[in-house]
Protein backbone atom coordinates (compact mmCIF):
# COMPACT_ATOMS: atom_id res chain seq x y z
CA UNK A 1 0.00 0.00 0.00
CA UNK A 2 2.75 2.14 0.67
CA UNK A 3 3.80 1.96 -2.83
CA UNK A 4 0.71 3.56 -4.03
CA UNK A 5 0.04 6.76 -1.77
CA UNK A 6 1.67 8.00 0.86
CA UNK A 7 -0.33 8.00 4.40
CA UNK A 8 -0.81 10.28 7.45
CA UNK A 9 -1.29 7.45 9.51
CA UNK A 10 -5.04 7.99 10.50
CA UNK A 11 -6.72 4.89 11.72
CA UNK A 12 -9.88 3.80 10.40
CA UNK A 13 -11.80 4.21 13.47
CA UNK A 14 -10.83 7.27 13.95
CA UNK A 15 -10.83 8.56 10.29
CA UNK A 16 -14.64 7.36 10.27
CA UNK A 17 -15.59 8.53 13.55
CA UNK A 18 -14.16 12.34 12.93
CA UNK A 19 -16.00 12.06 9.92
CA UNK A 20 -19.26 11.28 11.18
CA UNK A 21 -18.93 14.18 13.10
CA UNK A 22 -18.15 16.22 10.08
CA UNK A 23 -20.56 15.47 8.11
CA UNK A 24 -23.60 15.84 10.44
CA UNK A 25 -22.60 19.35 10.81
CA UNK A 26 -22.80 19.92 6.67
CA UNK A 27 -25.84 20.94 4.61
CA UNK A 28 -27.26 17.77 2.52
CA UNK A 29 -25.03 18.45 -1.22
CA UNK A 30 -26.51 18.20 -4.45
CA UNK A 31 -25.28 15.13 -6.20
CA UNK A 32 -22.61 17.55 -8.74
CA UNK A 33 -21.52 19.10 -4.99
CA UNK A 34 -21.04 15.59 -3.63
CA UNK A 35 -19.00 14.34 -6.79
CA UNK A 36 -17.10 17.00 -7.24
CA UNK A 37 -15.78 17.14 -3.46
CA UNK A 38 -15.05 13.55 -3.66
CA UNK A 39 -13.07 14.56 -6.56
CA UNK A 40 -10.94 17.29 -5.04
CA UNK A 41 -10.55 15.05 -1.76
CA UNK A 42 -9.18 12.40 -4.37
CA UNK A 43 -6.52 15.31 -5.63
CA UNK A 44 -5.17 15.14 -2.43
CA UNK A 45 -2.03 12.96 -1.93
CA UNK A 46 -2.75 10.92 1.35
CA UNK A 47 -4.18 7.69 0.69
CA UNK A 48 -6.91 8.80 3.94
CA UNK A 49 -8.37 11.37 1.86
CA UNK A 50 -9.56 9.05 -0.72
CA UNK A 51 -10.82 7.13 2.41
CA UNK A 52 -12.71 10.17 3.45
CA UNK A 53 -13.91 10.47 -0.04
CA UNK A 54 -15.48 7.41 -0.02
CA UNK A 55 -17.25 7.62 3.37
CA UNK A 56 -18.52 10.89 2.54
CA UNK A 57 -20.20 9.19 -0.42
CA UNK A 58 -21.55 6.78 1.92
CA UNK A 59 -22.75 8.90 4.28
CA UNK A 60 -24.71 11.11 2.00
CA UNK A 61 -25.62 8.78 -1.13
CA UNK A 62 -29.26 9.75 -0.99
CA UNK A 63 -28.09 12.89 -2.55
CA UNK A 64 -26.20 10.81 -5.44
CA UNK A 65 -28.56 10.79 -8.47
CA UNK A 66 -28.86 8.33 -11.34
CA UNK A 67 -25.45 10.10 -13.04
CA UNK A 68 -23.63 10.05 -10.04
CA UNK A 69 -21.62 6.77 -10.93
CA UNK A 70 -20.65 7.71 -14.55
CA UNK A 71 -19.97 11.92 -13.90
CA UNK A 72 -17.80 11.29 -10.87
CA UNK A 73 -17.31 7.30 -9.40
CA UNK A 74 -15.70 5.95 -12.78
CA UNK A 75 -13.13 9.02 -12.58
CA UNK A 76 -12.44 8.01 -8.79
CA UNK A 77 -12.20 4.13 -10.07
CA UNK A 78 -9.66 4.96 -12.27
CA UNK A 79 -7.57 7.58 -10.70
CA UNK A 80 -4.82 6.34 -8.37
CA UNK A 81 -6.82 3.33 -8.27
CA UNK A 82 -6.16 -0.16 -5.79
CA UNK A 83 -8.13 -2.75 -4.29
CA UNK A 84 -8.99 -0.34 -1.51
CA UNK A 85 -10.51 2.75 -2.97
CA UNK A 86 -11.97 0.09 -5.77
CA UNK A 87 -13.92 -1.61 -3.28
CA UNK A 88 -14.69 1.06 -0.83
CA UNK A 89 -16.45 3.04 -3.52
CA UNK A 90 -18.27 -0.07 -4.47
CA UNK A 91 -19.52 -0.51 -1.14
CA UNK A 92 -20.31 3.52 -0.93
CA UNK A 93 -21.47 3.91 -4.42
CA UNK A 94 -21.23 1.62 -7.08
CA UNK A 95 -23.53 -1.54 -5.11
CA UNK A 96 -26.26 0.93 -3.48
CA UNK A 97 -26.84 3.40 -6.98
CA UNK A 98 -27.10 0.40 -9.34
CA UNK A 99 -29.31 -1.77 -6.94
CA UNK A 100 -31.62 1.62 -6.89
CA UNK A 101 -31.39 2.97 -10.48
CA UNK A 102 -30.37 0.21 -12.47
CA UNK A 103 -27.52 1.34 -14.31
CA UNK A 104 -26.67 -2.20 -16.28
CA UNK A 105 -25.85 -0.17 -19.52
CA UNK A 106 -22.91 1.29 -17.64
CA UNK A 107 -22.62 -1.97 -15.84
CA UNK A 108 -21.65 -3.54 -18.86
CA UNK A 109 -19.77 -0.89 -20.44
CA UNK A 110 -17.89 -0.98 -17.31
CA UNK A 111 -17.32 -4.81 -17.88
CA UNK A 112 -16.17 -4.25 -21.18
CA UNK A 113 -13.45 -1.41 -20.68
CA UNK A 114 -9.80 -1.54 -21.05
CA UNK A 115 -9.45 -0.52 -17.32
CA UNK A 116 -9.64 -3.69 -15.29
CA UNK A 117 -10.26 -1.56 -12.06
CA UNK A 118 -13.53 -0.76 -13.76
CA UNK A 119 -14.04 -4.32 -15.11
CA UNK A 120 -13.50 -5.62 -10.92
CA UNK A 121 -15.82 -2.78 -9.65
CA UNK A 122 -18.71 -4.17 -12.21
CA UNK A 123 -17.80 -8.00 -11.75
CA UNK A 124 -18.56 -6.83 -7.53
CA UNK A 125 -21.36 -4.80 -8.15
CA UNK A 126 -24.29 -6.60 -6.73
CA UNK A 127 -22.60 -8.10 -4.11
CA UNK A 128 -24.54 -8.88 -0.30
CA UNK A 129 -27.71 -8.69 -2.50
CA UNK A 130 -28.54 -12.44 -2.02
CA UNK A 131 -31.74 -13.56 -3.66
CA UNK A 132 -31.67 -9.87 -5.28
CA UNK A 133 -28.87 -10.81 -7.60
CA UNK A 134 -29.38 -10.99 -10.74
CA UNK A 135 -27.22 -14.23 -11.30
CA UNK A 136 -27.27 -14.08 -15.48
CA UNK A 137 -25.58 -10.82 -15.12
CA UNK A 138 -23.09 -11.79 -12.86
CA UNK A 139 -22.26 -14.82 -14.43
CA UNK A 140 -22.05 -13.31 -17.64
CA UNK A 141 -19.86 -10.57 -16.21
CA UNK A 142 -17.63 -13.80 -14.67
CA UNK A 143 -17.61 -15.55 -17.96
CA UNK A 144 -16.55 -12.95 -19.70
CA UNK A 145 -13.15 -12.35 -17.56
CA UNK A 146 -12.62 -16.14 -17.26
CA UNK A 147 -9.74 -16.46 -19.25
CA UNK A 148 -7.60 -14.01 -17.52
CA UNK A 149 -5.44 -14.25 -14.63
CA UNK A 150 -5.21 -10.95 -13.73
CA UNK A 151 -4.92 -11.07 -9.88
CA UNK A 152 -7.43 -8.40 -9.22
CA UNK A 153 -9.85 -9.52 -11.59
CA UNK A 154 -9.81 -13.31 -10.60
CA UNK A 155 -10.02 -12.32 -6.90
CA UNK A 156 -12.95 -10.13 -8.00
CA UNK A 157 -14.46 -13.32 -9.63
CA UNK A 158 -13.97 -14.97 -6.94
CA UNK A 159 -15.39 -12.84 -4.07
CA UNK A 160 -19.02 -12.70 -6.81
CA UNK A 161 -19.10 -16.28 -7.02
CA UNK A 162 -18.53 -16.70 -3.02
CA UNK A 163 -21.35 -14.71 -2.51
CA UNK A 164 -23.53 -16.01 -4.96
CA UNK A 165 -22.46 -19.45 -3.41
CA UNK A 166 -23.78 -19.12 -0.26
CA UNK A 167 -27.51 -18.80 -1.54
CA UNK A 168 -27.16 -20.62 -4.83
CA UNK A 169 -24.32 -22.95 -4.57
CA UNK A 170 -25.87 -25.08 -8.00
CA UNK A 171 -25.23 -21.81 -9.97
CA UNK A 172 -21.56 -21.90 -8.77
CA UNK A 173 -20.79 -25.49 -9.14
CA UNK A 174 -22.22 -25.27 -12.70
CA UNK A 175 -20.09 -21.92 -13.74
CA UNK A 176 -16.92 -23.73 -12.22
CA UNK A 177 -17.15 -26.68 -14.16
CA UNK A 178 -18.09 -25.24 -17.17
CA UNK A 179 -14.67 -23.04 -17.09
CA UNK A 180 -12.29 -25.55 -16.19
CA UNK A 181 -9.17 -23.13 -16.80
CA UNK A 182 -10.77 -20.30 -14.55
CA UNK A 183 -7.94 -18.60 -12.80
CA UNK A 184 -6.83 -20.65 -9.39
CA UNK A 185 -7.46 -17.92 -7.42
CA UNK A 186 -11.49 -17.39 -8.38
CA UNK A 187 -11.98 -20.89 -7.77
CA UNK A 188 -10.18 -21.18 -4.37
CA UNK A 189 -12.21 -17.77 -3.29
CA UNK A 190 -15.63 -19.33 -5.10
CA UNK A 191 -15.30 -22.69 -3.24
CA UNK A 192 -13.86 -21.30 0.16
CA UNK A 193 -17.17 -22.45 2.41
CA UNK A 194 -18.03 -25.66 0.53
Known sequence: MKDVSPFLGVRTPARRDLGKKFFKT????????????????WALPHREYCYVACDMIAYF?????????????EHLVTMNPW???VDSLGTAAVSPL?????LIPLMNKWNKSENFWLNRAAI??????KQ???????LKYC?????????????????????????NRPS???????????DRVAVREARKHE
Open 26 to 41: LDKPTSERLGRTARAL
Open 61 to 73: IDCADRKFLAEHV
Open 83 to 85: WDT
Open 98 to 102: TEKFG
Open 124 to 129: QHQRGR
Open 132 to 138: DTDVALL
Open 143 to 167: HEHSGEHEFFIAKAIGWALRDLAAW
Open 172 to 182: VSKFLAEHPDL
